[in-house]
């Protein structure tokens, strides 16, 4: 199993895998490794940014001896075999380094290619927001790529159209997502019926 993607559901995918008996689990990152202690730009009270193992990079460091999660690494390209399962992942390193204007760029180290088996594939990589097509095919509208929806009624400008979850605000954890999925099926089921039974 490959986990392509370095944030919370990817630590999730990668527990996930080891408790369904994965042969081995990978994850792949764009940033470098953090640091083991605080650096200059990083002080106090900001939240630390070093590194640490979250519960799954404990469990797969149990099981297979080793972190699971492999930085600074792009994926070039998916492979299938002749009878199209995926066969392989080809990938290159990274560097990340600022540019005249102070941001920072990700550049290909080249002659650090790589190809890895993998039978399975979970891309766990950041929200971006909603699709634009669809909101602008009904009308609704959207900021910065979320729908524009009242929390507690996701009610939008349209009638009869409502919006819940990371498409209302913005990429979050899946208990957010799970609580206002009650939530709105209450509002569009008392928006049908006119009363509801169902859990707010």
Not at 87 to 97: A, F, N, P, R
């Amino acid at each position: 199993v490959i986990v392509i993607g370095g944030g919370d559901t990817g630590a999730d995918c990668v527990a996930t895998a080891l408790r369904q008996k994965a042969k081995s689990v990978v994850q792949f990152g764009k940033h470098p490794k953090l640091p083991d202690t605080r650096v200059g730009d990083n002080m106090w009270p900001e939240q630390p940014y070093v590194f640490s193992l979250d519960y799954a990079y404990e469990e797969a460091q149990a099981k297979f001896g080793e972190d699971p999660r492999q930085y600074s690494i792009q994926t070039t390209k998916i492979v299938a075999d002749k009878n199209g399962k995926l066969k392989e992942l080809h990938t290159i390193q990274m560097e990340k380094v600022k540019n005249e204007q102070g941001k920072f760029e990700f550049h290909e180290i080249p002659g650090t290619e790589k190809v890895w088996p993998a039978q399975l594939v979970f891309i766990a990589i950041g929200f971006e927001g909603t699709e634009q097509p669809l909101v602008k095919h009904f009308g609704v509208d959207s900021k910065n790529n979320r729908i524009d929806a009242t929390y507690g009624e996701y009610t939008t400008n349209v009638e009869g159209v409502f919006a819940a979850g990371d498409a209302r605000r913005g990429q979050s954890l899946i208990v957010w997502a799970i609580n206002e999925g009650r939530q709105v099926a209450h509002e569009v089921d008392r928006y049908l019926m006119g009363s509801s039974v169902l859990p707010k």
